[in-house]
């Protein structure tokens, strides 16, 4: 026996006692497959609940940076514009004083953009095809009537499709026009 011989009887035994153990990982495989995908999908459904995109998103800013001054409202809102900010304000009562949003308004995105001391701000330009008489009038070289002109053109012809199209307006040429045409801007 020392000679590296090993009877027939033995292997035949370690054949079966390998082909049990083959065939005990075979039996279990299946299951144990089955229960490791089940976790996995139970996981992915609790990650995704408690971290999904529906749930508000907290911003919070150390006491010492105050928020005070201007933010601009753009996009979809009825009014957008420069509006003063105050501690405390929400995106609500911001929305709001930009005169709430427009129908395609989509709130699940906002942008929020915070510009370095130094940076050059644009002008406040005013929307011709959303802006109120009272607005219309804050521009310069328009007053009631020209106000008037405005709304009562874009009733009547529909919105605006750029900015040169002012001249078309009773009331308003080239020199108005030049005036104004920094401070205005046409948009849906």
Not at 54 to 73: A, C, D, N, W
Not at 113 to 137: D, F, G, R
Not at 140 to 159: D, L, M, T
Request: charge should be negative.
């Amino acid at each position: 026996m020392g000679n590296g011989y090993i009877p027939a009887h033995c292997h035949v035994a370690n054949a079966r006692r390998r082909s049990l153990t083959t065939d005990k990982l075979n039996k279990y495989w299946t299951p144990i497959i089955f229960i490791l995908a089940a976790i996995i999908a139970i996981g992915g459904v609790v990650a995704w609940a408690k971290y999904g995109g529906s749930q508000p998103i907290e911003i919070s800013m150390s006491s010492s940076q105050e928020l005070r001054g201007e933010i601009y409202v753009g996009g979809a809102v009825n009014n957008p514009g420069f509006y003063s900010l105050k501690s405390g304000d929400s995106v609500q009562d911001i929305i709001q004083a930009a005169g709430g949003t427009i129908d395609s308004a989509d709130l699940s995105q906002l942008k929020l953009y915070i510009p370095h001391i130094a940076e050059e701000q644009q002008p406040q330009k005013i929307n011709l095809n959303q802006a109120e008489a009272w607005l219309l009038e804050a521009l310069p070289g328009i007053g009631e009537v020209r106000a008037q002109a405005i709304i009562e053109y874009r009733q009547q012809n529909g919105r605006f499709h750029n900015i040169n199209e002012l001249t078309k307006v009773e009331g308003i040429g080239t020199t108005t026009y030049e005036q104004i045409k920094h401070l205005i801007t046409v948009t849906d």
